[in-house]
Every structure is written in structure tokens, then in C-alpha cells.
């Protein structure tokens, strides 16, 4: 019972204090922030998503797609860390509690499509994060997925700051270097999982673009002199869109992304995402359309 | 199911312990002990029921092979028990490998079965073996059926040890005290019970999530740098350290609430200044199993051999090259490819073996050229102990690194890092993060200079074995009235470990995901 009172004690200052981190659903931070995001900024009858990993998260400036085409209604629902598989997990949820949704822009890199294997499809568990979502009391989620560690250190450490639209943006100068090491190939489990992603999107009448990311020039001298992996990733993918009406655009092999942008290989900081989403719609047509 | 799940915590414990001593109140103390190898079945059945009959097999079969040999001291009936015991834990545990390596070597092409590993019975089969060797030696006292099936299945020690011996078991469940409740020894059993827990849930398994990234990095053949290798090669000798002691304390805790000293397992090993301290702190029991059965009888029988050929003997302690490798290194190198092999059925468990078994040997070897060179270092002062610690240490992560990759080429791949055989950068990484180096430092500092478990519990009987007499630290705790009594303010302190342990225990929060900063 003391531990109970102490706890609940922790609990009611730090959420007096406004550093009361989100309940632990998936204890990964940047996945718990954007679940409270979402909770606290119910989503007005969006129309278009854009969904995947830190890649679509942090490099794509939701409000440019918005400010472009005015009759649409743009969110990011996109998560960060997440593989393919678990993309298309989170992405499912979302659309089922937002029905609106005609348009999907997915946005992957080579790091997105080498680990669904090892990582679980259900990356929270739905029932309660709807329930939360909703508006529930989350106090008894603070006890249910109980972690003192990540409660305190996510209390101490950076607050994550989002967008309107849900983005999350890398505010940074600086260049934190390459990070991410050699590409490793694409899983068959991940291919699998955009095959079946992409069909299901057709069957409830959701059009479905993907977009390869492209990758900082100093990491391709690095590890893909000769484009041997961003040719491979393309054919992968358009092997695993094939037969579903998704529309792939290789833009890693045709967009030209200067190096001064990124923060490391794959992402971009924020005063670059507003162009480097504009070039993307513009390629694309994402958002162009009804 | 575990110690730390919710079914044990809130179900099977408080139901096992009530109907325990509810039978010894009723003076029901033989019934009491029926109750506990029942209640120890279920828990083992808990796991895979298709393993009961197997246990159930072996305790039958080794207590009339006990028996014979109480009525008669026949070697045929020791040798076919031990022969039976181990041909038992070599099918199970060994077959599908010996079959790999045959065929590797030979290209046999015998066909590889695949058999479930039955729970425990790297466990069981030692504490029998031992049963019965000491039957045969004479060491044995009667026993009754009903207590030696409670000693072979008590649960607290049935999965992972303590290696209990019949000695000191069966004593205690023969006592007429048994079953009758002692509110300090079982608040000094549920202490420790919630301080394993708590080292368990609490440290060993957030550390996990910075070792494992590592090892599956090593796995998949990705370069790593030096400092990512040795911070996870640290991370996961805190994490089996903080695991494996905290599961020993919550089984020794375990014990003393049903009444029972099991002895202790671990006594701080990461302090240990060399690795015969290390080998004398680090999983006791199976260390005392080893010597008292294999590493002793070998020495002796080298000993004799010697004798009767007329070689030289080792004389106050002093001997030259040739008795050292016959009497010291051949068999502690023996000794310890035993207990890497009985860790594993994999070339990389061997290899464990035999690292610590050469670092035993070069350990003895320097203990010897020390006394014959006469350097009488003073072995307290700082200026030994610190360098001394921190060489076992590395010595220690080393070892561990082939314990836990999943075979040798990713051990190599690791080995081969740490060694200069990779890059020195400090850039950032998502393998290696502050937070990691300072989760590291706090953790070490916890492992040098808290007391360990049976320490803060002294002047109370917990386990079995000896504590060490205090430290500077320990003496300024105690000194603060911090010092485990049955008191109000330790009943705060422990009350609080408990809740944080038990709630983490049965949390549903996956294990955090660090993810660097993006």
C-alpha cells in the first residue's frame, strides 16, 4: 500500500508539474508521445495519411501537403522505429478509428524493410490504446504497463514536440553523422506484410502511394557506391505491389536531396522538410487528388 | 511458471504456503511435506506436464538405486546409477548436438533428433548423483521416501538452483519444527524474495535491452567498435549477474518462508579480485558440486597415481612445471570444461569452459611464483584491489561473451571487436548511448560497494554458508539504522522494493525500446 500511495504521489506531481511522461504502451517514448498526441488532439475527419517510420515522422511537413491542396485534410500517423510489418499495424488502427481516410503516402527507407522478423506485428495492444484514445482515465494504464525506469527518465528527458498535423520535427543544426551503418536486405516477412498492407488498403477502397526515401549522398559513397541497394530495394518493392493498384515512386534513385539537410543518413531536419515534401507531392501527385 | 509472474506471486505462493502451514498447525507436519512435493509438481507440471513422468522416473529409479546401496556398498550399482543418470542427461541435452558434430566431422549423415530439453534436469541429475555417491562413501543417513522426492522437487530450488545437497536438506525437513510458522524467518524470506525480484525485474531485465542489440548486431555479422562491443559484453555480465543472483535470492527467500535454508549462490562475485575468488563467489553451489565430485576425485586419483610411479609430489605448497600440469591444470581445466559443457550443448559453452579453465590454471600458477618469488604484496590495499577487480572484470566479460552468443563465429565476431580488430570510434551509435554508460557506471557501483542480499540480512538466518564480515559501506549503512530488522522503517524500505517489484513483474509495458534519439 505504500508503494501504491508513493506511486500515485509520483504520478499526481509530475502531471502538476506538466512532466507526466504517456503511459508505457509500447515503452518506446516517441511511440507513447504520439499515442498521447493523438489523445489529447482528437483527428478532425482526416482524409489523407502519411504513415511509416521516423522517416515519414520526422522528414515529411504534413501542413505543406495541406497548404498546397485545400481540400485536403492531411495527418501523420506515422510512428517511429517501427519495421514494415508494424507500420502496417498502426496504420490499420488508425484507419479503422478514422474512416475517412481515401489516401495512404508510405514512406520507407532500406532500414524499414530488414528487421520485420525480429519485431512484433502488434507492436501495442488495441483495445486499450482505443480505449485511451478515447479519452479513458489513464491511471490505471500508468499501473497496468508499470515501468519506473522509462517513467523517470521520459519525465526528465525531452519533451516531444508535434506539429498540428502530427509530424515530429528534428528543430536541429546540427549533424549528429552517418548513424545508420551498411543496408541490410529486405526480409521476406517485410515484403509479405507490404503485399498484404497494400491489398487490404485496395479492399477498403484506400489508394495506396509508396515512396523509397532518399538517402543522404555521404551514406551512399559509403555503403552504396554503385546503387546496387537502392536498385534492389525499388525492384523488391514494386515485386511486392505487384497485382495491387498501389503506386510506387522510387524516389531515392530521382530525387536529389542535398546533403546539408540531413541530421544523418536517413533524416532530414526540419527547415529542409517543407521543400523535400513539396517535391515529393509534386512527384507524386499525393493530395492532387479527390 | 516463473517466480516473477503474476500466478505465482498472487495464486500458487500464498495457496502452497497456507495449505503448508495450516497442515503444521494442525500437527499434520508429515502431510505438510506431502502438500509441498505436491505443490512442487504442479509447479513444475505448470511448465510442460509431458516433463512430470520423467522426474517422477528418476526419483524412483535413484532412490532404490540408493537404497540397494545402503544394503550393499556395491561399485557396480554406483557406477550403472551415475552411468544411468547421465545417459539420461546426455540424450536429452546432448543427442541432437553429438549428432551435428558427428556429422560435421564425419559426414555420418546421422539423422539430428530434435528433444525437447526437460526442465531442470541438469539439476536433478547432479543432486542425485551426488545422493548417491555419498550413499556409496557412507555419508548418508536414512531417509524416508517422502523427503527425499521434497528434496529432490522443492520448488524454490528445482529450476535453476541452488544446487542443494541431501545434507542439508533432509535434516531440515526430518525436524519436528518444520511447518510450524516463524514470522521472522518468513519476513526475512519474503525480504529476500522481493529484493531477487527486484534485482531481477528491476536491473537485470531493462539492462537486457542494451546487450541484446549488441549480440544480434554481432549475430548478423555487422561491424561493431570497440567501445560498442565491451559496453555490450558489460551490459550483459550485469544484466546474467543481477538475473541469476536475484533468481538465487528469490529462491533462497523462497525457502526460508516454507521454513527451509537453501544455501547461498552468489556473494557479490563482481568484487572478486581474482578468479579463484570469482569461482568461489559466482554460482557456489555448482562450484562446490564440481570440486566435491569431479575436480577432488580426479586429483586424487592423479595424486595416487603419481605416488605409486615415484613422481614428485607438491611439498609445502611448492612444485615443479611438470607435477603443477599433471596436479593443478589438467584437472582444473577438466573441471571446468564440465561446467561450460553442463551450461550448454554448443562448441561456444565448451569454449566458456575451457577460457576459465586456462584462467584458473594461470591464476594457481601466479599464486605459486608469487610465494616462490616472495611477493608479499599487501593484497587489501587499494593500489591491488582496484586493478585486481577491474582485470577479473574484463577477464569475466570476456567469458561471458561466448556464454551468450548463440555460437562461436558470433563470439569471434565480438572477441575480434574488443581486440582491436575494429574500429576505436567514439561516433554517435545506436549500440552504445550515454544513458547506457551511465546505467553502467551506477550499476557497477551498486555491484562494488552495496552489500549483497545475505550481507544486509546478517545476524538474521537466511541461508546457508558463510557471510562475509562487513565492508566500510555495509558498517555506515548498519550504522544508520539501514541494516535489515524487523523494524517499521525497513518494513517502508522493503514495502516499497516489493511494490515497484511486483508491479514491474506484472507489467504488461514491453521492455523499453531505446531508440536513440529519433
Known amino acids: 500500500m505504500t508503494g501504491m500511495a508513493v506511486f500515485v504521489g509520483l504520478l499526481l506531481g509530475l502531471d502538476f508539474a506538466g512532466l507526466k511522461p504517456p503511459p508505457a504502451f509500447t515503452n518506446s517514448h516517441c511511440i507513447d508521445a504520439k499515442l498521447e498526441f493523438l489523445r489529447r488532439h482528437p483527428p478532425l475527419k482526416p482524409t489523407h495519411l502519411v504513415v511509416g ?160 526515401m532518399p538517402l543522404m549522398s555521404g551514406w551512399s559513397r559509403e555503403y552504396d557506391p554503385d546503387s546496387r541497394a537502392a536498385k534492389a530495394l525499388a525492384a523488391e518493392l514494386a515485386s511486392a505491389l505487384a497485382g495491387t493498384q498501389a503506386r510506387l515512386w522510387d524516389t531515392w534513385s530521382t530525387l536529389d536531396v542535398p546533403a546539408a539537410d540531413f541530421t544523418d543518413a536517413v533524416h532530414l531536419r526540419w527547415s529542409a522538410t517543407g521543400r523535400f515534401t513539396r517535391r515529393l507531392v509534386s512527384a507524386t501527385g499525393f493530395g492532387a487528388r479527390d | 511458471m516463473l517466480f516473477n509472474s503474476g500466478i ?65 556398498r556395491s561399485r557396480a550399482v554406483l557406477v550403472a546409477g551415475i552411468a544411468l543418470n547421465l545417459a539420461a542427461l546426455v540424450y536429452y541435452k546432448y543427442a541432437g548436438f553429438l549428432a551435428q558434430t558427428i556429422n560435421a566431422a564425419a559426414d555420418a549423415g546421422l539423422p539430428v533428433p530434435y528433444i525437447v530439453l526437460p526442465l531442470a534436469i541438469s539439476f536433478f541429475t547432479f543432486q542425485q548423483i551426488a545422493y548417491l555417491c ?215 559453452f565448451a569454449l566458456f569452459g575451457a577460457l576459465h579453465g586456462i584462467y584458473l590454471t594461470v591464476n594457481h600458477g601466479w599464486r605459486l611464483l608469487r610465494k616462490r618469488w616472495q611477493l608479499d604484496w599487501n593484497d587489501r590495499s587499494l593500489l591491488f584491489v582496484v586493478p585486481s577487480v577491474l582485470l577479473t572484470l574484463a577477464c569475466v566479460v570476456v567469458g561471458l561473451v561466448l556464454f551468450r552468443a548463440p555460437d562461436v563465429g558470433t563470439a569471434l565476431h565480438m572477441l575480434d571487436a574488443m581486440f582491436g580488430g575494429a574500429s576505436l570510434s567514439l561516433h554517435s551509435s545506436q549500440l552504445l548511448s550515454h544513458r547506457q554508460v551511465q546505467l553502467t557506471l551506477v550499476l557497477l557501483a551498486i555491484v562494488w560497494l552495496l552489500p549483497n542480499t545475505q550481507e544486509w540480512l546478517r545476524g538474521t538466518p537466511t541461508g546457508l554458508g558463510e557471510v562475509r564480515p562487513p565492508g566500510w559501506f555495509e558498517r555506515w549503512i548498519t550504522g544508520h539504522s539501514l541494516g535489515w530488522r524487523p523494524a517499521p522503517a525497513v518494513a517502508v524500505i522493503v514495502g516499497l522494493l516489493g511494490f515497484l517489484a511486483i508491479a514491474k513483474a506484472i507489467s504488461a509495458a514491453p521492455p523499453e525500446f531505446i531508440y536513440f534519439n529519433f
Open chain 1, 53 to 212: 517510420s521516423s522517416i515519414a515522422l520526422r522528414n515529411i511537413d504534413t501542413a505543406a501537403i495541406a497548404r498546397d491542396n485545400p481540400q485536403v485534410r492531411a495527418l501523420n500517423g506515422a510512428f517511429c522505429g517501427l519495421a514494415m510489418n508494424q507500420s502496417a499495424f498502426a496504420t490499420r488502427f488508425l484507419i479503422d478509428r478514422l474512416p475517412g481516410i481515401s489516401d495512404v503516402l508510405l514512406l520507407l527507407d532500406p532500414f524499414d524493410m530488414s528487421s520485420c522478423r525480429t519485431s512484433k506485428t502488434a507492436v501495442f495492444d488495441q483495445a486499450d490504446v482505443g480505449a485511451y484514445l478515447s479519452g479513458a482515465p489513464d491511471l490505471d494504464y500508468y499501473f497496468k504497463y508499470f515501468d519506473l525506469f522509462s517513467l523517470i527518465t521520459n519525465a526528465a528527458g525531452r519533451k516531444e514536440r508535434f506539429t498540428p498535423y502530427g509530424d515530429l520535427p528534428l528543430d536541429t543544426d546540427r549533424y549528429f553523422g552517418l548513424v545508420y551503418g551498411p543496408p541490410r536486405p529486405s526480409q521476406p516477412e517485410c515484403l509479405v506484410a507490404l503485399n498484404a498492407f497494400a491489398l487490404d488498403l485496395q479492399t477498403r477502397g484506400i489508394a495506396l502511394t509508396v515512396i523509397t
Open chain 2, 134 to 348: 555419498d550413499t556409496y562413501d557412507g555419508l548418508v543417513d536414512d531417509s524416508s521416501f517422502v523427503n527425499y522426492m521434497a528434496f529432490i522437487t522443492f520448488f524454490p530450488h528445482l529450476i535453476a538452483g541452488p544446487i542443494t545437497h541431501h545434507k542439508e536438506i533432509i535434516p531440515q525437513l526430518a525436524d519436528p519444527g518444520l511447518a510450524r510458522p516463524d514470522a521472522r524467518m518468513i519476513a526475512a524470506g519474503a525480504t529476500m524474495f522481493l529484493v531477487g525480484l527486484f534485482k531481477k525485474v528491476m536491473i537485470a531485465d531493462p539492462i537486457a535491452a542494451y546487450a541484446n542489440p549488441v549480440f544480434a548486431a554481432a549475430a548478423a555479422g555487422e561491424p561493431l567498435t570497440l567501445f560498442e562491443a565491451w559496453g555490450g559484453g558489460l551490459a550483459y555480465t550485469l544484466q546474467i549477474y543481477f538475473d541469476f543472483s536475484g533468481y538465487s535470492d528469490m529462491a533462497v527467500g523462497l525457502g526460508l518462508m516454507f521454513g527451509v535454508r537453501l544455501p547461498f549462490n552468489f556473494d557479490s562475485p563482481l568484487k572478486a579480485a581474482s578468479i579463484i575468488d570469482y569461482w568461489a563467489r559466482w554460482h557456489m553451489t555448482l562450484t562446490r558440486f564440481v570440486t566435491a565430485y569431479i575436480y577432488s576425485p580426479v586429483t586424487l586419483r592423479l595424486t595416487r597415481r603419481r605416488m605409486a610411479a615415484g613422481k614428485p609430489l607438491p611439498r609445502r605448497g611448492r612444485m615443479n612445471l611438470e607435477t603443477f600440469l599433471s596436479l593443478v591444470a589438467l584437472p582444473t581445466f577438466f573441471a571446468f570444461l564440465v561446467i561450460g559443457i553442463w551450461h550448454g550443448a554448443g562448441w561456444q
Open chain 2, 8 to 72: 505465482f506471486i498472487f495464486g500458487f505462493l500464498p495457496a502452497a504456503l497456507l495449505v503448508f502451514y495450516g497442515l503444521g498447525l494442525l500437527g499434520q507436519r508429515r502431510w505438510a511435506i506431502v502438500w509441498l512435493t505436491v505443490a512442487s509438481l504442479a509447479f513444475y507440471a505448470w511448465w510442460d506436464i509431458s516433463n512430470v513422468p520423467l522426474l517422477l522416473a528418476s526419483i524412483v529409479a535413484n532412490f532404490a538405486l540408493q537404497r540397494l546401496l545402503m544394503r550393499r
